[in-house]
């Protein structure tokens, strides 16, 4: 994936190939039997540089509250030991909505420096089974925001569907 979909502009038609380029580059690999893992690398180092993210991280539950991060890229901020932050994260995957909280609602980032959060719950149906969390820089504009968020909503579904596939296969290959 490459591009830079912080700075989209609607009216310009590279961006607009640039971005499809990224979601069917990514559709294609979650189509694909590699390991999940490897699905959720590309998405997190993707996603960092496709919005000029700060960093990244995909976490996946375990048992009803645990979480564990799958991959992560360039993040240093609040850790899901730190009890609040795992809190906030859980509650926004068990709510299954997408969300953005401005910076000054959101935990302090690298430095100590307050960054926009995306999270993007991941369902397989209506169970959450993980969440994309993206830190932004606290300068980008609500439109931006917005539009990131949909943007990572979309790698969310397919990273759920990639999941349904494996589930499916597993189910398959023990019969």
Known sequence: MAGDVSQFDPSSDSDWQDLEFLLSDFARLTKSNVPFGHVARELVDNVV???????????????????????????????ASDADHRQLLLS???????????????????????SNLVLVPICIDDD?????EV??????????LDGN???????????????????VRQLRTAR
Do not use: K, N
Not at 128 to 132: D, F, K, L, M, R
């Open 49 to 79: 540089e496709a919005l000029a993210a700060t960093g990244a991280t995909l976490w996946m539950l375990e048992g009803s509250d645990r979480l564990r991060v799958e991959s992560q890229h360039d993040v240093r901020g609040a850790a």
């Open 135 to 144: 830190r932004q820089r606290a300068d980008i504009t609500d439109e931006s």
């Open 149 to 167: 968020l949909r943007f990572v909503s979309l790698l969310g579904e397919l990273a759920a569907d990639h999941l349904r596939r494996r589930e």
């Open 128 to 132: 959450a089974a993980g969440i994309i």
């Open 92 to 114: 926004i995957m068990r709510s299954g909505r997408p969300e953005v909280l401005p910076a000054q609602q959101a935990d302090p980032g690298p430095g100590g420096t307050l």
